[in-house]
T-cell receptor
Framework: AQTVTQSQPEMSVQEAETVTLSCTYDTSESDYYLFWYKQPPSRQMILVIRQEAYKQQNATENRFSVNFQKAAKSFSLKISDSQLGDAAMYFCAYSNYQLIWGAGTKLIIKP | EPEVTQTPSHQVTQMGQEVILRCVPISNHLYFYWYRQILGQKVEFLVSFYNNEISEKSEIFDDQFSVERPDGSNFTLKIRSTKLEDSAMYFC???????????FGPGTRLTVL
């Protein structure tokens, strides 16, 4: 069965600094998708970035980028120039059909 | 920009009562999902729905739960006899094809007293 592990329950970073959130997963599939979702206090689930497993190039979306290591089954999220509005829970998720979720990392931004 | 909507935003009910949570997926999407998130815990898959039938369901989705797409737009989750442990945030999601990302609604917070 597929599993997703986020080993950092909480991370904090100074505003304008860079932070990396870790995620590892386990699967025997070769084709799948990986996602990072952000959940602010409103509890809305917002897609941050996605990565297709067949693509070697790491996905980037403005200040957000991933380090996808398929062989190591690792999918970390880097947030550059952290802003106060980035404070939220961040969930890593694996998908080939349904989404399998990690436990989440609470990101705190220190002004 | 099209979005998934959910109503109500917050539902309070007494234990043993039936509740129906409503979702309107994005109009051209074909795959529909319900997830729940108990406060402070991870998101859990409940059920997926495609072509007017359940395609996959989790162990959580027992006989107390049912889903329906009564018309071309709504997608509902019914809990027949609510329990205290059903208190959670319930998210609806939809996607166009099997391999696209899912778009989430804002969630319905269900409180069972």
């Amino acid at each position: 069965a597929q599993t997703v592990t986020q080993s950092q329950p909480e991370m904090s970073v100074q505003e304008a600094e860079t932070v990396t959130l870790s995620c590892t997963y386990d699967t025997s599939e070769s084709d799948y998708y990986l996602f990072w979702y952000k959940q602010p206090p409103s509890r809305q689930m917002i897609l941050v970035i996605r990565q297709e497993a067949y693509k070697q190039q790491n996905a980037t979306e403005n200040r957000f980028s991933v380090n996808f290591q398929k062989a190591a089954k690792s999918f970390s999220l880097k947030i550059s120039d952290s802003q106060l509005g980035d404070a939220a829970m961040y969930f890593c998720a694996y998908s080939n059909y349904q989404l399998i979720w990690g436990a989440g990392t609470k990101l705190i931004i220190k002004p | 920009e099209p979005e998934v909507t959910q109503t109500p935003s917050h539902q309070v009910t007494q234990m043993g009562q039936e509740v129906i949570l409503r979702c309107v997926p994005i109009s051209n999407h074909l795959y529909f999902y319900w997830y729940r998130q108990i406060l402070g815990q991870k998101v859990e898959f409940l059920v997926s729905f495609y072509n007017n039938e359940i395609s996959e369901k989790s162990e959580i989705f027992d006989d107390q739960f049912s889903v329906e797409r009564p018309d071309g737009s709504n997608f509902t989750l019914k809990i027949r006899s609510t329990k205290l442990e059903d208190s959670a945030m319930y998210f609806c999601a939809s996607k166009i094809t099997l391999y696209n990302e899912q778009f989430f609604g804002p969630g319905t917070r269900l409180t069972v007293l």
